[in-house]
């Protein structure tokens, strides 16, 4: 069958062509990375890290002004012991905090998330009759993950020329925000909430006077109830006059204090007491237990919460587009000197940053990895040819692979990219061991129809190209089998390696050879044509040169005069028979001194030309002389078994000891030979400086970013949590 394969797409090269188009344009609409070419974009969903959190979601319930201990016994107990009985429920966690319960539910990792949440809901809604106080509803979080959180700003006054120029009260710029910021971001699309932080809420209060109610006989439950019947509208049936038809209604919402001040508490002796007659009604702000502070100054603003599932860049794209749209119909006011004050949604927080840093990271590496292999494989097998051939395999599994972490649900994020970077040496082997076959059959067998050549060399390494590749993707199945956290960490890198590698096997035996065809076979006899082609090789690198492109210049120009020299003058074919290699090796070193800049961006780039030039040199010698030396060496060992043995069996016993410790290693020695070995110098001396290799969870990010989160005393009020960060702020 996979000759056939082979055979078919060998022999049907415009079908060949066709796929080759069909999987780079595909690959390049679905690439995380950010690449204009003109394509429509359907990207694989793109985050900095993996989500590992559970399967959760929160039941939140309010109950203002009770305690801790209040919230749990009438609230929290009675809500999780209802909600234990919930199919596929792992674990519960409860929190009871001053006036709020948070109910944490986990389920398995096998349920489904809004599955989950449409039984918790059933739950909720079959609640016995009394089984909470009266008044008190829970509800369920919002349908996110611990990640969900992707987009911070703030509300700030800013003047024509975009500086601050302040002017609006914190209540006013939370009534905006409440009020017109939040429904607006909430319709764009992928947003599962926008929470508002900071500011007051504004709020009619009523401040009771004890001694004008003790005199009119008026109680507290009184003028509560005054309140609530006060503020409603009451419908009623309809009139008909002169055969028009009028709906009467009683109007009784509260629309300013002088409303709600005339409500009536009672009647005495035909007389109304009024609330005003009983107590101070104002607008004023609510009590809070939260704030948001920047740079040491009160704010207020809103969080951005992502829809689970959903894409975070396309999502934080959405919310800009919306903020866009918004942002001339927001209120301003004139200031006092005149100047204008305009509200202004200003981001604090926006984790496109971390994203673009973080995949920023793994595209440079996979570029330089590219790079790096084609200096290598340009050096090694010395013919121009084989090494595009050979590098042109890369690109096209990488994305293919692109694909398929679109459709099996795969997201770009530092881990799973990294399973890209890890197969890329396995990827190239691929393509050498088939390349080099092509090459030897063509030195071998000259005579021989080139398209049946390739045929036959392919056909020759596909059992020994799968059977190394897929016993790599079989060695990875443990990684699929993992659950919990470590299996979301992980299974994306065995997901993305188990892709490219797949990716290289269908590329080098389907599309490879039809590639090989078309290299090796392009080699035109006539003299004039081939001066023809060089010369409009040199005419389109001088176009490249006149755009800016030195680079493809460089190339393009000093392969097409040093065939062009070859052609006019043959004596000098010999001297100048890799002259091409050499101008596409200086090329590549360039571009990677560009790129890596080993010596720092301060550097020149001649200085990190010669200094990757020299690491390339050094490290390529070493391995020449390693393959010149090999036969010597192997004989050395096979002559001599027994003592060479001992070098691998030290190496073994080196490296367990530098894994778990010298002193859980050789702990016997103290058994042996006495406790006061621990105190002998050399013991002490390896025991110190061999403790053994420390465990991490999760790997250490470096992307310039950092997260302060202080911890405040349980007992400190919200005025001195609101100091002490002010103080933060402005120190850091």
């Keep these: 069958m996979i000759n056939n394969l082979i055979k078919f797409f060998l022999y049907n090269r415009l079908v060949t062509f066709l796929l080759l188009v069909i999987l780079v344009g595909w690959g390049l609409v679905t690439a995380p990375f950010n690449w204009q070419v003109g394509l429509p974009k359907d990207p694989v969903p793109v985050d900095a890290i993996p989500d590992i959190g559970e399967n959760q979601q929160i039941v939140f319930t309010e109950w203002a002004g009770r305690?801790?201990?209040?919230?749990?016994?009438?609230?929290?107990?009675?809500?999780t012991s209802s909600l234990l009985g919930l199919p596929g429920v792992k674990t519960i966690r409860s929190s009871s905090i001053f006036g709020v319960s948070s109910i944490y539910i986990i389920f398995n990792e096998d349920v489904e998330f809004y599955w989950s949440r449409s039984r918790i809901l059933e739950k909720l809604n079959a609640l016995p009759k009394g089984l909470l106080p009266d008044g008190v509803q829970p509800s369920l979080g919002p349908d996110a993950t611990a990640l969900g959180q992707i987009f911070w700003y703030t509300l700030e006054g800013r003047d024509e020329e975009g500086n601050p120029?302040?002017?609006?009260?914190?209540?006013?710029?939370?009534?905006?925000?409440?009020?017109?910021?939040?429904?607006?971001?909430?319709?764009?699309?992928?947003?599962?909430?926008?929470?508002?932080?900071?500011?007051f809420v504004r709020e009619y209060q009523i401040d009771i006077d004890p001694e004008a109610m003790?005199?009119?006989?008026?109680?507290?439950?009184?003028?509560?109830k005054a309140v609530r019947e006060s503020n409603r509208d009451i419908g009623a049936k309809t009139m008909e006059i002169n055969q028009a038809e009028y709906l009467v209604r009683g109007l009784g919402y509260v629309k300013s204090l002088e409303d709600l001040e005339s409500a009536v508490v009672k009647t005495v002796n035909n007389t109304p007491i009024r609330i005003k007659d009983v107590a101070f009604v104002s607008v004023g702000p609510a009590s809070r237990r939260g704030a948001l502070d920047k740079s040491g100054?009160?704010?207020v603003g809103g969080v951005v919460v992502a829809r689970y599932g959903s894409n975070p860049m396309e999502v934080i794209e959405n919310v800009k587009a919306k903020i866009k749209d918004i942002e001339a119909g927001l209120p301003s006011k004139v200031l006092a000197d005149g100047r204008q004050s305009k509200l202004t949604i200003v981001p604090f927080y926006d984790r496109t940053q971390l994203i673009q840093e973080t995949i920023g990271t793994l595209e440079e590496a996979l570029s330089l990895e590219i790079i790096i292999t084609v200096v290598v494989v340009i050096v090694m097998l010395l013919n121009l040819r084989a090494s595009i051939l050979i590098s042109s395999l890369l690109p096209i599994a990488v994305l293919m692979c692109f694909i398929a972490m679109r459709y099996f649900?795969?997201?770009?994020?530092?881990?799973?990219?990294?399973?890209?970077?890890?197969?890329?040496?396995?990827?190239?082997?691929?393509?050498?061991?088939?390349?080099?076959?092509?090459?030897?059959?063509l030195d071998m067998k000259k005579d021989q129809k080139l398209v049946d050549l390739i045929y036959e060399a392919s056909k020759e390494v596909a059992p020994a190209i799968i059977t190394a590749v897929m016993t790599t993707?079989?060695?990875?199945?443990?990684?699929?089998t993992l659950e919990a956290a470590e299996g979301k960490l992980f299974r994306p890198l065995a997901f993305t390696k188990t892709f490219a590698l797949v990716a290289a096997i269908l590329v080098a035996l389907l599309i490879l050879p039809t590639l090989a065809y078309w290299f090796f076979g392009f080699q035109p006899k006539n003299k004039r044509f081939r001066m023809?082609?060089?010369?409009?090789?040199?005419?389109i690198g001088s176009v490249a040169l006149?755009?800016?492109?030195?680079?493809?210049?460089?190339?393009?120009?000093?392969?097409?005069?040093?065939?062009?020299?070859?052609?006019?003058?043959?004596?000098?074919?010999?001297y100048l028979k890799h002259s091409a290699l050499i101008v596409a090796l200086v090329a590549v070193n360039i571009l990677l001194a560009e790129e890596w800049a080993p010596l720092g961006v301060q550097g020149s780039v001649f200085l990190n030309f010669l200094f990757v030039a020299l690491i390339i040199g050094l490290t390529l010698g070493v391995f020449s002389l390693f393959i010149k030396v090999y036969p010597t060496l192997l004989n050395l060992t096979l002559k001599n078994r027994k003592t060479f043995l001992i070098i691998p069996a030290f190496i073994v016993l080196f490296g367990i000891t530098i894994w778990q410790g010298f002193d859980k290693v050789f702990g016997f020695m103290p058994k042996v030979f006495g406790d006061e070995i621990r105190t002998a110098k050399l013991y002490s001396n390896l025991n110190h400086s061999l403790p053994g290799i420390g465990k991490e969870f999760m790997p250490a990010l470096d992307e310039g970013a950092f997260l302060l989160m202080p911890t405040s005393m349980p007992h400190a009020g919200i005025e001195q949590n609101k100091e002490v960060l002010k103080m933060l702020d402005m120190a850091v």
Excluded: C
């Design 214 to 224: 003790k005199g009119f006989g008026v109680t507290l439950m009184d003028i509560t």
């Design 532 to 539: 023809v082609l060089n010369a409009i090789t040199v005419i």
């Design 409 to 441: 649900g795969v997201d770009a994020n530092i881990v799973a990219l990294s399973g890209i970077a890890i197969a890329i040496g396995t990827m190239v082997d691929v393509g050498i061991v088939l390349t080099e076959n092509v090459s030897r059959h």
């Design 473 to 480: 993707v079989v060695s990875f199945i443990p990684v699929f």
């Design 165 to 199: 120029a302040g002017g609006w009260d914190p209540q006013e710029i939370r009534t905006v925000q409440d009020y017109t910021i939040k429904y607006a971001l909430s319709s764009a699309s992928g947003v599962s909430e926008v929470a508002s932080v900071g500011g």
């Design 546 to 574: 006149f755009n800016g492109l030195w680079l493809a210049a460089l190339v393009l120009i000093g392969i097409g005069v040093s065939n062009l020299f070859q052609l006019v003058k043959p004596q000098t074919e010999k």
């Design 67 to 79: 305690s801790p201990q209040d919230i749990e016994d009438q609230i929290t107990y009675p809500l």
């Design 297 to 299: 100054a009160e704010a």
